[in-house]
């Protein structure tokens, strides 16, 4: 047991260090988990994260897609989930099949596959993309027509600034919808001055309302360039964390308290611990998937 924090994160920082692991955590985490970070970041970040390091153990605060992408990457590594019921719903609204059966329909167009997919997915497209670099990767592919799956939203916002057909899925942030266009409209009025920035899952309403449209890496680093002093948030509240630490002199306002994603909350530092104490809960992807959904992972990251 151990009386306070404190305590906790001497132990999960002196086993981090016997088990020669590392702490990767993403920016919607509890607030108490990036603390300890060795890197916080969004999808893409943390993936070339997970592609370059040398420690052992990868200990992934984040959902069960961006562990395996950590395992796609990095086989000979031990990737640890801290809760394995951290899912995304997202992820979970295709699968294999269902991708197959649309590249039937349409066998001319490539598929790309957001990150926030199942291994299985990934191994049936062609490329994946994150929200950072969705954009660059539609550019990136040969064909005039693309497939995109699974969030209809970054589907949207990407084909807006691509001069491309795309064949779209059906699928959604459960999280992201949460934020509606008067939420925007009433921080606006609250705080004339702010800079609004919302992610891409959010809806085309809410984007069209906003003046920048960008990943969770795409907002702090706007945040840290910007001379605006006031930002409202639309996106994930775990965001608000790292942005005002490392923008003290900056306010920021959440467009929506009710954006709380549950599954990334499930992990704290409890679970950390226990993750390094029993490395238990390990992530791994049987090597034949791994070895397909590896190439369109790879292609993603060799896209500049
Ligand atoms: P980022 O790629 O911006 O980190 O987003 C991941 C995600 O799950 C957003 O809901
Ligand atoms: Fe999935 Fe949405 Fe949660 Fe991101 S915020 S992990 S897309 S459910």
């Known amino acids: 047991m151990y009386s306070d ?20 955590v993403h920016n919607y985490q509890l607030g108490e988990v990036q603390d300890i970070a060795d890197y916080t970041g969004d999808s893409l970040e943390l993936s070339r994260i997970a592609s370059q390091t040398d420690s052992r153990v990868i200990v992934f605060c984040g959902v069960h897609f961006m562990a395996e992408t ?15 019921n951290a899912g995304c719903p997202m992820a979970d609204m295709i699968n294999a099949g269902g991708l197959r059966a649309l590249m039937k329909e349409y066998p001319n167009a490539p598929a790309i596959a957001y990150v926030n997919t199942s291994a299985e997915v990934k191994a049936e497209a062609f490329i994946c993309c994150t ?34 057909k795309f064949i779209i899925w ?36 809410v984007a069209a309302l906003a003046d920048r449209v960008v990943s969770t890496g795409g907002m702090c680093k706007f945040a840290k360039e910007s001379s605006a002093k006031e930002f409202i948030i639309g996106t994930e509240i775990g965001m608000l964390h790292r942005l005002r630490k490392e923008n003290p002199d900056k306010k920021f306002y959440p467009a929506s308290e009710l954006a709380i994603c549950p599954n990334m909350k499930r992990i704290n530092l409890e679970k950390v611990l226990w993750s390094l104490q029993d490395m238990k809960n390990e992530i791994k992807v049987p090597e034949e998937i791994r070895l397909k959904a590896k190439s369109s992972v790879d292609r993603m990251l060799a896209v500049k």
């Open 170 to 205: 059906d699928g959604y942030c459960p999280t992201h919808i949460k934020i509606i266009p008067e939420d925007i409209l009433r921080e606006r009025a609250l705080h004339p001055q702010a800079e609004v920035m919302v992610h891409p899952e959010c809806t085309p309403a």
């Open 70 to 84: 950590a395992s796609i990457l990095c086989p000979d590594k031990t990737v640890l989930l801290p809760d394995i």
């Open 5 to 24: 924090d404190a305590g906790l994160i001497e132990e999960i920082m002196r086993l981090k260090e016997k088990r020669k692991a590392i702490l990767l």
């Open 131 to 164: 929200s950072t670099n969705a954009v660059r990767v539609a550019e990136s592919v040969d064909s005039p027509e693309v497939i995109f799956v699974p969030d209809k939203y970054l589907a949207h916002y990407t084909s807006s600034c691509v001069k491309k």
